[in-house]
């Protein structure tokens, strides 16, 4: 090889091996929190924070992490945090609604949880956020906007049982019983062995004198 050829080859290595080089081999954080490995997910965004504080996508994924590992108060900081930066990103609006929703605190989750709404009316979270507001709802007594938020939450995703059960409980506490009994009939369609909907139809036989039909 000559002269001129050493130079090349002595120049792609130098290219190959710069910091960039390394760079680009970080694992993917959204591939890890897909793939279910929520603890590597959150480890490689707390280091992308550190060489890019203001990246939104670390902090929505660094919050996703974080609340799939129970470790909603971080969550809850992050997501502040980030909304310091851009106010409005309706991902770390859900996050911080979610983080209060988890925490117990109803009011400053409802804060969030509705502002998402009105940002994001179709956002990909939206039957999440409805379900999280009729819970907190019930929470509070308030069994008439359960049960509003709670039918919009199957509205936009029918397939989950245990939505269903919930809005059975909001209209049998409003004793809304035919509806409910619609409800939890829903939810063990979904579910033939889910409790909560087995007890609530159980309660309303009991009430209503019908007798016991399969789901």
């Not at 930066?85 to 979610?98: K, N």
């Not at 940002?119 to 409805?130: F, K, Q, R, S, W």
């Amino acid at each position: 090889m000559g002269r001129l050829g050493w130079i090349f080859l002595s120049v792609v290595l130098i290219i190959g091996f710069t910091p960039l080089s390394f760079a680009q081999e970080r694992p993917d954080a959204l591939q890890l929190y897909r793939d279910g490995n929520y603890q590597r997910a959150a480890e490689v965004c707390l280091d992308e924070l550190k060489e890019t504080p203001r990246n939104m996508n670390s902090y929505v994924v660094l919050g996703w992490s974080l609340i799939k590992l129970g470790r909603y108060k971080e969550a809850l900081d992050y997501g502040l945090k980030a909304l310091e930066i851009s106010r409005y990103d309706v991902r770390v609006i859900q996050i911080v609604g979610e983080a209060y929703y988890y925490l117990g605190n109803n009011q400053e989750a409802l804060k969030y949880l509705e502002e998402y709404t009105v940002i994001a009316p179709t956002g990909d979270l939206i039957g999440e956020v409805y379900y999280q507001m009729g819970e907190i709802f019930i929470r509070l007594g308030e069994y008439n906007r359960a049960d509003l938020a709670l039918s919009t939450a199957v509205f936009y995703n029918p397939r989950i049982a245990l939505w269903w059960a919930r809005l059975g409980y909001a209209r049998e506490q409003t004793k809304d019983y035919r509806y409910a009994m619609e409800a939890y009939g829903k939810a063990l369609q979904l579910n033939p062995n889910l409790n909560d909907a087995l007890r609530g139809r159980q309660r309303l036989q009991g009430l209503t004198g019908q007798p016991e039909s399969r789901p």
